[in-house]
């Protein structure tokens, strides 16, 4: 059989295929290899054997892959601990911990005939396209095509570890909700991790006291197959189930996680969706007001958002004293950036949050926390504690089928490059219009798919009326005259 093409699935900064089509466990075995080669071998030190670390979540095919790419790994003498069903955070804190390389067997939201791995280096950093994935992945292609690589002796034996004690322990001492008010909590698992780590992080399943939380769980048995909805809360149509569940418990918030809970999404008391970028926005206010009590200078605390954060969030940012970052969309992208800058949070739309506490990773459990933390510490809905986060109309993300991407992006240069406007291409095209004069403000970001014919569209404007207008001319130029 001819050997699947690796560029056909390992993208930006993961590898997300079809089972057994593209991701299989040959294919997963020299990805273990070329991994070995590539990331864990050249960073180790010391006389111990190098180590890496490896989770897997809790679709059919993910305990054989991960065997499969340990393998792959031992066959260079690698040390591997296996810490089975985790969630993708729970798998960084165990990279950061034991400060070792780590590989996550997931496909996130996708569909149950998919699955995929997630990669960093040790201490969480991320493995993407400009930082090992694309010699990663050109070495375990070259495996399969034939090329040999010279076993060494095998590794030790493979170590089991339960690394989720230790992870719910890390989050509860940075964030402490012992002292909020009592708070009912619908949380919706989607069937994903979720399921797994929120009694251990938010109920009493280690062992740590309970907390003043009242959880009504949706879908927390463990099912790759997505029997009720797909674990993508993006998508408004998986929300639907919780938004009644919160209005019906007369809950205070609700939460939901998506397939390997590495992204939190938030519902208020009346079952409307709280914009990620909201959120990103309450826990910038929290984190930089940490940074400040403990005594640093404003001008050095940094916070990273993408490109398609609304304009509110780098407006609170800097209302706090700290300063901004905008980044490309992307984990390896935001990852970077916060290092580089020693950013003490960073957010995306897509709702992934990043925390330099955990490593500079993303954790939609910590996010979490720290919501119900803003909530439980005071007297109002959430809702009221939102309403000053939440000040423009925006479109959310809208894909378009694009038979010539290039074309139709100069097609909506051209229409929108005027003079009161300012154009960048930090990831993708931006035109923004600062407004004045009674005229409202308004921007877009027009972003090509890295693995599809598609362009993703995000408007948002002072008022509804404005971003319908720039969203429908947007879109009748991708559609009309270049769909």
């Not at 010699?135 to 040999?148: C, I, M, S, T």
């Not at 605390?301 to 954060?309: D, E, K, L, R, S």
């Not at 509804?464 to 001319?473: G, K, L, Q």
Request: proline share 6%; net charge negative.
């Amino acid at each position: 059989m001819t050997a699947p093409r690796l560029s056909e699935f390992v993208k930006a900064y993961d590898v997300r295929g079809l089972v057994p089509q593209q991701l299989s466990p040959a294919v997963a075995r020299a990805l273990g290899t070329a991994f070995a080669e590539v990331v864990v071998l050249p960073e180790h030190q010391g006389t111990q054997p190098a180590g890496c670390v490896i989770g897997h979540d809790m679709r059919d095919s993910s305990p054989s892959l991960a065997l499969a790419f340990a393998e792959g790994l031992r066959e260079r003498g690698v040390a591997v601990t296996m810490t089975s069903l985790v969630s993708t955070d729970a798998l960084y804190y165990a990279s950061g911990s034991l400060a070792q390389p780590g590989a996550m067997f997931t496909a996130s939201h996708n569909p149950a005939a998919y699955n995929g791995i997630k990669l960093c280096r040790s201490g969480a950093r991320p493995v993407g396209q400009d930082s090992g994935l694309v010699e990663v992945r050109n070495l375990a292609q070259q495996l399969l095509d034939g090329e040999r690589i010279t076993p060494t002796s095998s590794g030790p034996q493979i170590v089991h570890r339960d690394v989720l004690a230790g992870y719910a322990a890390l989050l509860r001492e940075l964030v402490d909700l012992r002292g909020i008010r009592p708070l009912k909590v619908v949380i919706d698992a989607g069937n994903g991790m979720a399921g797994h780590t929120v009694p251990r992080v938010l109920g009493d399943a280690c062992g740590l006291e309970p907390l003043p939380l009242d959880i009504v769980p949706l879908y927390f048995e463990l099912d790759g197959t997505f029997p009720n909805h797909e674990a993508n809360p993006l998508d408004p149509a998986n929300l639907l189930d919780l938004q009644r569940a919160v209005v019906a418990h007369g809950a205070d918030l609700g939460l939901a996680f998506d397939g390997d809970a590495d992204r939190c999404f938030v519902v208020d008391e009346r079952g409307e969706p709280v914009s990620p970028s909201a959120i990103t926005s309450l826990i910038a206010r929290r984190e930089v007001a940490r940074a400040l009590a403990a005594g640093a200078d404003p001008s050095e605390v940094a916070v990273v958002h993408n490109v398609i954060c609304s304009a509110q969030v780098a407006e609170v940012i800097a209302a706090t004293g700290a300063r901004p970052v905008r980044t490309r969309v992307g984990h390896s992208f935001i990852k970077d950036e916060m290092a580089r800058h020693g950013a003490v949070f960073g957010g995306e739309h897509s709702a992934h949050y990043y925390f330099r506490d955990f490593w500079y990773a993303d954790t939609g459990m910590l996010a979490a926390l720290h919501v119900l933390h803003a909530l439980g510490s005071q007297d109002g809905p959430l809702s009221r504690l939102m309403a000053d986060l939440q000040r423009y109309a925006a479109s959310g993300e809208i894909n378009s089928v694009v038979a010539d991407v290039p074309a139709a992006t100069a097609a909506v240069l051209a229409w929108a490059n005027r003079g009161d406007v300012v154009v960048d291409r930090l990831d993708g095209l931006t035109v923004s219009h600062a407004g004045g004069a009674g005229e409202p403000m308004w921007w877009f970001n027009l972003r090509a798919s890295n693995t599809e014919p598609l362009l993703r569209l995000n408007v948002e404007a002072g008022d509804s009326e404005t971003m319908a207008a720039v969203r429908d001319d947007v879109l009748r130029i991708v559609r009309g005259e270049h769909g």
